[in-house]
């Protein structure tokens, strides 16, 4: 797999794709006038493209490469991540905490977190998602790297450079219009393709019933790659206990409910009942995800058995079984969902730190026209920050594991603060501020420790469910020890108040 299977057909196919993306993000940058414009897409979005962004934005080539791979290791228990790990969380957030999110106004969740607390929660949150979101751009263009080197042979670097530089085009000229516009192309083209490998990979197995025969005969190590629900003792990172506990309650919730990457779309919409269909738009397409991504990982333990890393199988799967013209078509998709997940952590960590850093505490009293180009300069930033990054994804069994160990670390302190902060009036910012705190050095102390009081060998919901459960009970003690903040509570306790917005942080 050293050598290049692209055709002619496939190049063209692959090349027209990406100058289409770039020449698309240059022509929407002509309507775009504002930081409105810029960051939230004038507030114009249809419901129907940003759910497509949304769930395309969330499953990304990481989950194509993630997601395949893990199957491949650990079996069919993959599809909690998106069966239960999403669609009920979704289903909550369209009818609670979006709908009061777009009420307010703002552009990011730290803005809110900021009006509804204190400024020190606000710019503490910007800080840690924006460094973690930098990460996560590495892990990304990895990805990237990994699949384009295993199909084409390109070195891992002058690859990410690549990607990085069609990404950075169209997201830097065309902001969330053209995320959002873009993503709906890439998401019918990564179901598409994703549906191709899958099903060319069953017909050459013989079908679903011989797969699940071959490989239950494969060993003891497959005998829990069939079930759902997997005992608390098996090798496998994701038995029940952490699914229920660290997935259901902490993890799902906190990336759609609190990630800025998937909810400033849904900040973009037209009106607060488009906001709403939008995410329920995007659960409905989320109930197909888990065949088309977690089926190649199965197919590949009987087509490609004894692979040292489980994220070769899905580039594998396209360099092995697709004649020309389709590989093309195949690899235009995996590009989409890779292109997807880039554009949004790129458009998102500059909103934050446009918004939330450098005009909540440098300058303020600036035109829209400049936070807009300052907006640019962070996407320029981040974007670097993300190519330099990307070789450290590669230190961890499993580029799905990587990516839900960085989120381990902050989603469940910054669940519990956002959930408090809309469900209980009587939290405060002492109290948000301590949580936030002590709940990100409680995950990041077990992660440190992890070998030592953790037998999984991917341990990152555990992490999560104990550090929401410690940023939660802080966040009550502390708040319940210092004095209320009688205006603010008297605002949470009416959801349809919408005297928030336009409010600055204080």
């Known amino acids: 797999m050293g050598t290049s299977k692209l055709t002619v057909i496939d190049m063209s196919i692959i090349i027209i794709y990406l100058v289409g993306m770039m020449w698309f993000g240059l022509k929407v940058s002509k309507s775009i006038k504002t930081d409105r414009d810029y960051f939230l897409g004038g507030k114009k979005l249809p419901w129907w493209a940003i759910g497509m962004s949304m769930v395309v934005s969330d499953i990304g080539a990481l989950d194509i490469v993630g997601v395949a791979g893990t199957a491949y290791l650990y079996g069919i228990a993959m599809a909690n991540f998106e069966w239960i790990g999403c669609i009920p969380a979704m289903i909550i957030g369209a009818f609670i905490f979006i709908p009061f999110y777009w009420r307010t106004g703002v552009f990011t969740i730290p803005e809110f977190l900021g009006r509804r607390y204190n400024q020190f ?12 979101m930098a990460f996560l751009l590495g892990v990304f263009l990895y990805t990237a790297a990994k699949a384009i080197n295993i199909l084409i042979g390109w070195p891992e670097y002058a690859s990410i ?14 902001g969330l219009t053209a995320v959002v516009y873009t993503d709906v192309a890439q998401c019918v083209i990564m179901f598409g393709g994703s549906a191709i490998i899958l099903i060319v990979a069953l017909l050459k197995i013989g079908g679903w019933g011989e797969l699940v025969s071959a490989v239950s005969s494969m ?3 497959y005998a829990h790659h069939f079930e759902l629900m997997v005992p608390i003792d098996s090798s496998t990172p994701y038995g029940w206990a952490g699914i229920l506990f660290g997935l259901s309650f902490v993890l799902s919730p906190a990336y759609w409910l609190g990630n800025q990457a998937i909810v400033q779309r849904t900040l973009g919409a037209r009106s607060e009942y488009e906001a709403k269909k939008s995410v329920l738009w995007g659960a409905f397409l989320k109930l197909f995800i888990p065949i088309i991504l977690v089926g190649p990982g199965l197919a590949g333990i009987v087509l490609h058995p004894g692979l040292e890393k489980g994220d070769d199988i899905y580039p594998t799967l396209i360099h092995d079984l697709l004649p020309p013209g389709l590989t093309g078509l195949v690899f235009a998709a995996f590009l989409a969902a890779l292109m997807s997940s880039v554009d949004s952590y790129l458009n998102s960590a500059a909103t934050l730190w446009t918004k939330d850093i450098y005009q909540a505490l440098f300058r303020p009293d600036k035109s829209d026209r400049h936070y807009m180009l300052v907006g640019k300069t962070f996407i320029a930033i981040f974007l670097v920050m993300g190519v330099l990054l990307a070789p450290v994804a590669g230190r961890f069994p499993t580029i799905y594991g990587y990516f839900q160990t960085v ?7 910054l669940l519990a603060i956002i959930s408090l902060g809309l469900l209980w009036p009587r939290a405060n910012g002492p109290g948000a501020s301590a949580g936030l705190i002590l709940g990100v050095m409680t995950s990041s102390t077990l ?3 992890k070998d030592q009081i953790f037998t999984a060998p991917e341990p990152f919901l555990y992490i999560a469910w104990w550090a929401f459960c410690a940023a939660l009970l802080i966040t009550i003690v502390v708040s319940l020890a210092t004095k209320p903040d009688i205006e603010k509570s008297k605002r949470v306790i009416n959801f349809r108040d919408a005297s928030w917005e336009g409010e600055n942080s204080q």
Do not use: C, E, K, N
């Open 407 to 413: 989120f381990s670390i902050f989603q469940g302190p």
């Open 161 to 174: 450079l690549i990607v990085a530089f069609v990404v950075g085009v169209y997201t830097l000229f065309g």
């Open 121 to 132: 929660v606000r710019t503490t949150v910007a800080l840690i998602v924006g460094i973690f």
């Open 219 to 221: 060993g003891d190590q």
């Open 447 to 449: 992660f440190w420790i």
